[in-house]
């Protein structure tokens, strides 16, 4: 089955940095579009990065300049880099996958394999 296991969360002050790391199992990963999702508390899921096979990457407004998302074929992993936090980045962050092509990579329902999420804290 496809596994797909996010770690790198926990609690920082703002301008800090964070890398979230997904660890992918069960499907030829490096055929896969990635990407990131957060979740505040009661507010709905929404797309931060994602990265396709052929490398083009996509970033929602408010983290270009400050997040970096990335790939490692080679060890089945999927990276965050997150730098200059602020307040408004604290959230669940989610790992997902689709295997087949994306053209709205925001839109959730378009992958089909998540991640348990990562807690990302961010205080004044």
């Known amino acids: 089955q496809v596994q797909l296991v996010e770690s790198g969360g926990g609690s920082v002050q703002a301008g800090g940095s964070l890398r979230l790391s997904c660890a992918a199992s069960?499907?030829?990963?490096?055929?896969?579009?990635m990407a990131w999702f957060s979740q505040a508390p009661g507010k709905e899921r929404e797309g931060v990065a994602a990265?396709?096979?052929?490398?083009?990457?996509y970033y929602v407004d408010s983290v270009k300049g400050r997040f970096t998302i990335s790939r490692d074929n080679a060890k089945n992993t999927l990276y965050l880099q997150m730098n200059s936090l602020k307040p408004e980045d604290t959230a669940m962050y989610y790992c997902a996958a689709a295997s087949h092509w994306v053209f709205d990579w925001f839109n959730d329902q378009a992958y089909d394999y998540w991640g348990q999420g990562t807690q990302v804290t961010v205080s004044s």
């Open positions: 069960g499907y030829t990963y490096s055929k896969y579009y």
């Open positions: 990265i396709y096979t052929g490398g083009n990457t």
